[in-house]
């Protein structure tokens, strides 16, 4: 079976108050029905549906500190508890020492070897390479475990064909920031049923959306609940193109931040869980799965 996994940086389960949490405040359709008419929040999970299961995942592993992306995703990539490996929590990007564990394994590098094909389908411009060869930029926690792995990471002309998405799903970005007023412009729904075109290409798929945790750094509500209309439109054109007999999705996070506007830093929320595909893939991901050390061989799991 293959998995999607859709990478949500930055979301934690929060409260139900529509003061500072968008998940309260807005109403999100299609993840609501797969929920049950629940909302997105604490105390939704856990909770097993007809076609989604919901966990509340702990991203703390017993670090003292607010969970941090470097450290987070590299625990998502490897399994291994890092912040506890170097003794802190630490971010936005991987520092020598957590990058050790990325260039020692990863789900990318351990799948290419098992002969299974995986990619990152997200689409990075020019000038992200350009700053990455120059030495400006250094690679975030995915796209180092992408590269390390002897995997591409996607680029303009990928976009362009139509083999890779726009970090927001929709090309707005590439449109209105980057400048690429030719780019390709999608409906989120049809943004939603490209990742099920794409993803079907590979064993296993990530998608690794930002807006979320820059979302809850600005603090801005109205922003925020914009992010959140697109993306569930991309949710339900993926589930209404997804054949749950030959896959799982996968949403989750490397710690909260957007689900309290009340702060502009992380917190130290339990992360969602949220599986979509039939019962069985689901439970057998499920099994024994309440931090995010076990995303890994849950994927291995399913994939393997
Ligand atoms: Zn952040």
């Known amino acids: 079976m293959r998995i ?42 856990p909770y097993v549906g007809e076609r989604a ?21 590299a625990v998502l990539l490897t ?18 020492a957590v990058a050790k564990y990325l260039l020692n394994g990863t789900l990318f590098s351990r799948l290419t070897k098992a002969n299974k094909k995986a990619a990152l389908l997200n689409a990075y411009p020019p000038r992200y390479f350009d700053s990455v060869d120059s030495g400006k930029r250094l690679y ?4 180092l475990a992408v590269t390390s ?3 591409p990471l996607f680029t303009k002309e990928d976009l362009y064909a139509g083999n890779a998405l726009s970090a927001d799903f929709i090309g707005a970005g590439w449109r209105g920031m980057l400048g690429f007023h030719d780019a390709p412009q999608l409906t989120p729904r049809q943004a939603g049923k490209k990742l099920a075109e794409l993803a079907r290409r590979f ?8 807006a979320s945790d820059y979302a809850g750094h600005k603090q801005d509500m109205k922003w925020a609940v914009e992010q959140l209309n697109v993306f569930d439109d991309v949710l339900g054109g993926l589930i209404e193109n997804w054949n749950d007999g030959e896959g799982l999705i996968l949403v989750t996070s490397d710690h909260g931040n957007m689900e309290d506007l009340s702060t502009r830093r992380h917190t130290d929320a339990q992360v969602p869980g949220l599986l979509i595909g039939s019962s069985e893939a689901r439970a057998a991901f499920a099994s024994g799965l309440n931090n995010l050390t076990g995303i890994y061989s849950g994927i291995l799991k399913i994939v393997g």
């Open 4 to 45: 999607l996994f859709i990478f949500l940086d930055g979301v934690g389960l929060g409260a139900d108050n529509p003061e500072i949490n968008p998940f309260a405040h807005v109403e999100m359709p299609t993840l609501q029905n797969l929920l049950g008419g629940q909302k997105l929040l604490a105390a939704s999970a």
């Open 53 to 73: 299961t919901l966990l509340s995942l702990d991203a703390s592993l017993g670090v003292n500190g607010l969970p941090q992306s470097a450290t987070g995703q």
């Open 79 to 96: 399994g291994i508890n890092v912040p506890a490996g170097i003794g802190e929590h630490y971010g936005p990007k991987p520092n020598p």
């Open 140 to 143: 975030s926690a995915i796209p």
């Open 149 to 151: 792995a002897g995997l």
């Open 203 to 210: 064993d296993f798929s990530l998608f690794e959306y930002w």
